[in-house]
């Protein structure tokens, strides 16, 4: 379960550098157990680099992800990942899949593109400060 994310926090959080939303995402992925993407009746969405890479939005709290839930995104709603399936299983199956994690997107930026073992290794390392 989520922590309760006040207006004060959500409207800094989005006006934050790249990298200083990668290291909330992180932290708080982290603390909380839970990354979170958007799910509609297609399943799971995706999004694309320039490249035409397929990624895996992802962020750290379902408040984020509904802010990007319009557009061919509208009929999605959040829905969470547990951390340790995330690690286990998703993302072996992104690396499966030839595809990449767009961190943390917001409405008017499409996130960090990351592969996802980098990824995986900054939750690992975070996740070991805590447990």
């Given at each position: 379960m989520s922590w309760e994310l006040g207006d004060k926090e959500f409207a800094a959080v989005l006006s934050l550098t790249d990298r200083k939303r990668y290291d909330y995402f992180i932290k708080h992925v982290a603390d909380w157990g839970e990354v979170w993407s958007l799910y509609g009746n297609d399943g799971w969405v995706l999004a694309s680099d320039e490249a035409g890479r397929e990624l895996i939005?992802?962020?750290p709290h379902s408040r984020y992800a509904a802010a990007c839930a319009d557009g061919i995104w509208s009929a999605?709603?959040?829905k969470a990942?547990?951390?340790?399936?995330?690690?286990?299983?998703?993302?072996?199956?992104?690396?499966?899949?030839?595809r990449m994690v767009a961190v943390f997107p917001l409405p008017n930026n499409k996130g960090i593109p990351l592969p996802p073992g980098e990824l995986k290794h900054d939750l690992d390392e975070a996740l070991s400060e805590i447990e």
């Open positions: 939005p992802i962020w999605t709603q959040p990942i547990d951390i340790h399936d995330w690690q286990a299983i998703w993302i072996p199956g992104i690396l499966n899949d030839k």
